[in-house]
């Protein structure tokens, strides 16, 4: 009130020096001085006293008028600030690597929580999940299931503070994980439990089925309403982004623990190799067939024609060879009266890496007495489309070459049978040297005419048997995409098969081929000493003529053969390459777990996470200590 009085009482005071200015100046006359003026600096005029003030008084109005608006209006919005998840994705590898353990070491020292705790208690099978709870109905739940699951954070995304949502996979299964605050029954507060998790971390999950109830969509998705969320192993490393995927095959082939966590398909395809393996053990134990196991490492390298791979021996000091197929001591285990034995084990080749091939391999392979090569022919057929037809449930199947070309399987029985020399004969079109003339230097000149003329080259040594199977490999496999099989081998191709029974020179011998590959090698098992140890020595005269695969004499087994060796039948097959076929893979890398690589000399480079958190070993502890 006082204020009012005080500027009510100046404008009464201004009013009144204003009028006796105008006054004076009426009384004044023409002849009077003129009045003085003041320079309104805002507008450049000159104006009286009184004026001047009234402008200024009016503009300090407006100024404060002004300042009170400004105070009174709304705040600009803060800009959103940036979730850790968020700012981490920025990060390049090493950079997330370096901040994620170092987190992760403040965990390992104070224990809130144990980011790798002992045991987490799963009793559900997460392949069952949709199959048990499909039925439920959006905003249907099962609150008095409770489900204990193990999984692997492969997104999460957050929607405020008291939600968030987890899509995690097990045994192969994607499902969603539905976290709200007020589910919560842990211990922690719910940033807590979620704050420190990432992408890759492998979790434990306690809650109950349901599904979602979402306001946008007609039917909402099956999901795990979490109670409890538990860090059992944090991941450290960035995972792949999940649109463009883990793709390269070359770091696919290295980090396989990596290609299994992002590619489906990679695991599908193991799966599919296991179920494969067991299939073969069952149809031979279910015919009487036991499975013996033989050894690795020999001190001659033979059962094959293979260059093999060396080791040496320091306390007997001598020198071995990783074996390059199992025959020799199945066959003595015949001898010894195992009439039906198989083994599916590792074999080792030293020769070259190519898309079909690796330095060490799986096959099975079985020996059965007082059978031949035609009871191993129905045995193949009868063992391998059943097998087809056991895994895909049909038995055409698709593969995709290398250049894209694309084949139909058709593993039904009956397969094709092609004779080796007449199907040459028809290709080349000449007469080839009769079966005991093969082995001559006259069959080797007319052989090198017949590369020739084809044009098919062939690495040295030029011996009868390589440039026959070169000729082989050319106009008959090729033909062979349907399993077809090869009969009439030359005995100078097969040093450990029986003679054939009707063509002199010949052996009781076949290969099966699909796609143009060999899957199955089997023949009638030689089991006269004296023609073995002539078949070794004319190994040992190819091995001096530079051929460096041809097998050397194996004094124990000649000796066992001399004990007698019954009517045998012998039969392999290369387990890589039929999973190759039956999963649609033209790369052998793709089928084993672990397939051989050169060095990466890159991995040495890269940060360590004991060494990003400063942890070294304790010697008389023998455990890593800060």
């Known amino acids: 009130m006082a204020e009012q009085a005080q500027a009510a009482a100046n404008v009464v005071k201004e009013a009144v020096n204003d009028v006796a200015e105008k ?86 020292q104070n224990h809130q929580p ?10 559900y099978d997460l392949r069952n999940f949709e199959k048990e709870f499909g039925h439920l109905k959006s905003g249907e739940h099962q609150k008095e299931k409770t489900l204990n699951i193990g999984a692997r954070i492969y997104n999460k995304r957050s929607s405020g503070a008291n939600l968030c949502f987890y899509d995690v996979r097990a045994e192969g299964v994607r499902m969603q994980v539905m976290c709200q605050s007020q589910e919560s029954t842990s211990d922690k507060s719910f940033a807590e439990q979620h704050e420190l998790l990432r992408r890759g971390d492998i979790i434990g999950i306690k809650g109950y089925p349901g599904r979602t109830n979402p306001r946008t969509r007609d039917s909402g998705e099956l999901s795990l309403f979490a109670q409890e969320v538990t860090l059992l192993t944090p991941c450290l490393h960035q995972l792949p982004d999940e649109y463009y995927g ?40 279910s015919r009487d067939f036991i499975e013996v196991e033989t050894p690795m490492m020999n001190a001659i390298a033979g059962g094959a024609t293979a260059k093999p791979f060396k080791t040496y021996h320091n306390d007997l000091d001598m020198e071995l060879y990783m074996r390059i197929a199992p025959e ?13 034995v198989y083994e599916i084990g590792r074999q080792f080749r030293n020769e070259g ?53 694309i084949y139909t399987v058709n593993w039904a029985k009956p397969w094709k049978r092609i004779e080796m020399i007449p199907a040459l004969e028809e290709a080349c079109g000449e007469k080839f040297p009769e079966g005991d003339q093969l082995h001559t230097d006259e069959t080797n000149e007319f052989l090198k005419r017949m590369l020739k003329k ?40 097969s040093p450990l098969a029986k003679y054939h029974r009707s063509n002199k020179g010949l052996c009781e011998r076949f290969e099966a081929f699909v796609c143009k590959k ?27 003529q530079g051929d460096d695969e041809a097998q050397l004499v ?66 008389e502890e023998g455990i890593p200590h800060k």
Not at 81 to 94: G, I, V
Not at 114 to 123: I, R
Not at 252 to 276: A, C, E, P, Q, V
């Open 518 to 544: 060999e899957i199955v090698n089997a023949y009638t098992e030689l089991n006269d000493p004296f023609d073995q140890r002539l078949r070794f020595e004319e190994q040992a005269r190819q091995k001096e």
């Open 246 to 285: 883990f793709k390269d095959q070359e770091q696919r082939h290295r980090r396989k623990f990596l290609d299994l966590i992002m590619n489906d398909h990679t695991r599908s395809t193991f799966i599919t190799r296991s179920k494969m393996v067991t299939y073969i053990r069952n149809y031979f134990d």
């Open 328 to 340: 020799l001591f199945l066959k003595q285990l015949i001898v010894g009266g195992l009439e039906r």
């Open 554 to 619: 194996d004094e124990t087994f000649c000796q066992a053969l001399e004990y007698g060796l019954p009517p045998t039948g012998g039969w392999g097959m290369g387990i890589d390459r039929m999973v190759m076929f039956l999963t649609n893979h033209y790369s052998i890398k793709e089928v084993l777990t672990f397939p051989f690589m050169k060095d990466d000399k890159s991995v040495a480079e890269k940060p360590k996470a004991a060494e990003v958190v400063d942890v070294t070993p304790m010697p």
């Open 353 to 405: 890496i190519d898309l079909t091939h690796n330095p060490e391999f799986t096959t099975c392979e079985f020996y059965e007495a007082f059978a031949d090569v035609y009871d191993l022919m129905d045995t193949t057929e009868d063992l391998v489309s059943n097998l087809v037809k056991h895994l895909t449930g049909g038995y055409e199947t698709k593969f995709e070459t290398q250049h894209g070309e």
């Open 23 to 108: 006054v004076g100046a009426l009384t004044t006359g023409d002849n009077a001085a003129a009045p003085t003026l003041y320079l309104d600096e805002v507008t450049g005029e000159k104006v009286s006293k009184t004026e001047l003030k009234k402008r200024q008084k009016q503009r300090e109005k407006e100024a404060k008028k002004a300042e009170k608006a400004a105070t009174t209006t709304a705040p600009p919005a803060k800009k959103k600030t940036a979730s850790a998840e968020e700012e981490e994705a920025h990060l390049n590898p090493n950079q997330y690597f370096e901040i994620r353990s170092r987190a992760i070491q403040k965990l390992r």
């Open 114 to 123: 144990n980011p790798y705790p002992h045991k987490f208690h799963v009793n």
């Open 454 to 493: 084809t044009n098919v080259q062939c690495s040295p040594p030029l011996t009868n048997a390589r440039m026959l199977d070169k000729l082989v490999g050319e106009f008959i496999e090729e033909k062979c995409i349907n399993p077809t099989m090869i009969t009439g081998h030359p005995q100078m191709m």
